[in-house]
């Protein structure tokens, strides 16, 4: 009864104390003079989120060495380029587009085919080596990025860079710019592991080392820039900023003081835009866009039939060999990476159907050179097409009966534009032409076609060049995005010992009470001879709890081999394996065939660990602890 009394009485102090405060509410509503006038707590004295430094300053020193080595080794492998074409073609593709009167297609189909032999036989060599030792294949920098944590090696610059060379110095249809961007990220990897440096100071390194490369080969550093975070890093932060760019404009300052830094196009000298330009803008990069995607499936297409046709490496590069041959006799200008034949467009040198044709000449050349198996990109070759497309849209305006427009802009928005749909990068793209034209009237026109040609190659196709062939060999990879953080973390980190042990032959009820004390922690089962033999599943011991009377012992309610992983497992491998079968402890053991127990996971830490280490990136991205 008293407990009944002290019960009925709080609860009428409660509603009592609930209608004096409402009483409360209501009078100080009516009389707002009573509200209280105590003055607030200053700000100083308010707990702030601790900030802690965003840069390093050996970072920083890294990428200045990074981006001056990288700027001369861009001047040097140019010279290296130049000195093959003149040797193996007799002339210099990259200097100047050839006269049908000097190109002697016979060499130059004898120099493509020695070119695609070396490739083959060194590459057959190489890939035959790495598989005796047990070696992963080379990769490039976005790869690295993407899934090693930017950990690049001299194999990996001279499995990439040795072909990309040996192909456009035998006049192959490719661009020298993959090659170029290997060299500054494998030297920067390989600097960022001497010093041991940080997992996100490598990757940051290896952005800078592609910025120089770029930077130095354009002399466009902030373009250079533009492309590290847009594809190699794929992501951006106020921290990055200084490192990428120092790097990027040292590279590009040395390089045009050895002379190896010349720019695509000569600066343009063009009046301010008007209005219909914008709308010219926008339909050159929308027929840029389907220009791009072409030029993308028709590589990819080119390099499938001719491997259904001819499954042998050698047969390809010699059907290559004399395709490109026989186009260069028609179109001389196909052949090197096509910086020769971006001058000239812009120039206006290279106008009406003579521009037509080489755009289209200029397509098929890329796509047989790809297909065939020789080594580099589409990024030089992209700009050609681009300003070529540019100029045959100026050459059609006034047979369309519309207003003329300047064929040098209708080119600079052209390059932008097609390079912004094949490589991926438009701000890159964008800066790129300003940097080179040296012309700021051009900003707005430029960057709505490279802009349109963004948007509707994503919409359209989904991919640029890069990412079109991680999706070919099976990688779902949107650029340099870290993607292996936690692939990075082994799971021994998070291995702790059961909770609790039981021998084989032990009885239902005991497991029942050590199932029921041990919880999430686990509950594990040994042989007599002390051999690990798994975990209790405690839905096995509830249903054969709920079944009939049985003689069941522990061994016969363990997970079994499902319910294990390996010490060199890590933590996405985990991950994955909790999401694919819903249990709350997994067991970890030294190898697959081994009988020694490591510890336990839970599925809790394995998440928290995740989560944990997504909260720290967006907490470092802000720069608070």
């Not at 050159?284 to 499936?297: H, K, N, Q, R, S």
Request: charged fraction near 15%; aromatic fraction near 4%; include cysteine.
């Amino acid at each position: 009864m008293d407990r009944v009394a002290s019960s009925v009485s709080a609860t009428t102090s409660s509603a009592a104390a609930a209608t004096d405060g409402a009483a409360e509410r209501k009078s100080s509503r009516e009389r707002p003079e009573l509200r209280s006038t105590a003055p607030a707590r200053p700000l100083a004295s308010r707990p702030v989120l601790a900030r802690r430094p965003s840069g390093s300053y050996r970072v920083l020193a890294c990428a200045l060495a990074v981006g001056l080595v990288a700027g001369l080794l861009v001047v040097l492998i140019k010279a290296l380029v130049v000195w093959l074409q003149a040797a193996s073609l007799g002339f210099v593709a990259e200097h100047a587009i050839p006269d049908l009167s000097t190109t002697d297609a016979f060499r130059v189909t004898l120099a493509l085919a020695a070119a695609g032999l070396i490739i083959a036989g060194v590459t057959a060599a190489a890939e035959a080596l790495d598989r005796r030792r047990g070696r992963p294949a080379p990769i490039d920098a976005v790869e690295a990025n993407a899934l090693r944590g930017g950990i690049l090696t001299g194999r990996d610059g001279v499995s990439v860079v040795g072909p990309i060379l040996t192909s456009v110095g035998s006049g192959a249809s490719v661009g020298i710019e993959a090659a170029v961007t290997q060299v500054g990220a494998v030297l920067a990897s390989v600097l960022g592991q001497r010093r041991r440096l940080a997992r996100s100071e490598i990757r940051l390194l290896v952005g800078a080392g592609a910025a120089a490369s770029i930077g130095a080969a354009y002399d466009a550093p902030v373009a250079g820039a533009l492309y590290a975070f847009e594809l190699v890093l794929g992501e951006y932060r106020p921290s990055m900023l200084a490192p990428v760019g120092l790097a990027a404009a040292a590279g590009a300052v040395l390089a045009r003081h050895l002379g190896g830094g010349a720019a695509a196009f000569a600066p343009l000298h063009l009046g301010p835009t008007v209005g219909l330009d914008i709308l010219f803008a926008a339909l050159i990069g929308a027929i840029c866009a389907l220009l791009g995607i072409a030029t993308m499936v028709m590589a990819s297409s080119t390099e499938r039939g001719l491997r259904r046709l001819l499954p042998w490496t050698v047969p390809r590069f010699l059907a290559g060999a004399i395709a490109l041959g026989l186009l260069a006799l028609a179109c001389p200008g196909v052949l090197g990476s096509g910086h020769a034949g971006i001058g000239e467009t812009v120039d206006g040198r290279i106008v009406g159907l003579s521009a037509l044709g080489l755009l289209a000449a200029k397509i098929v050349a890329s796509a047989i050179s790809l297909g065939a198996g020789y080594r580099g990109g589409l990024f030089s070759a992209s700009l050609l097409i681009g300003a070529l497309a540019g100029q045959s849209f100026a050459a059609a305006m006034p047979l369309l009966g519309l207003p003329p427009i300047p064929p040098a802009l209708c080119a600079a928005i052209g390059m932008a534009a097609l390079g912004a749909s094949i490589i991926g990068c438009p701000l890159a793209m964008i800066f790129l032409v300003l940097e080179t034209s040296g012309s700021i009237e051009l900003a707005v026109v430029v960057a709505i076609g490279a802009a349109v040609a963004s948007f509707l190659t994503g919409r359209l196709f989904g991919y640029s060049f890069a990412t079109w062939r991680f999706q070919q060999r099976g990688l779902a990879l949107d650029g340099g995005q870290d993607v292996s953080r936690l692939a990075a973390i082994s799971i021994k980190t998070l291995a702790r010992p059961p909770k609790c042990t039981l021998e084989a032959h032990t009885g239902l009820e005991v497991v029942l009470r050590a199932v029921s004390s041990a919880g999430g922690r686990g509950t594990a089962v040994f042989a007599a001879d002390g051999a690990f033999i798994g975990l209790i599943d405690p839905v096995l011991v509830e249903l054969a709890v709920a079944g009939p009377v049985l003689p069941i012992i522990a061994a016969d309610l363990v997970y079994g081999t499902a319910g294990t992983i390996t010490d060199a497992a890590t933590v996405a491998d985990a991950i994955d394996l909790f999401r694919a079968d819903d249990r709350a402890t997994i067991a970890v053991v030294e190898t697959a065939a081994s009988s020694r127990l490591v510890g336990c996971v839970r599925a809790r830490d394995a998440f928290a660990a995740a989560s944990s280490l997504a909260d720290a990136q967006r907490w470092s991205d802000i720069g608070v602890r």
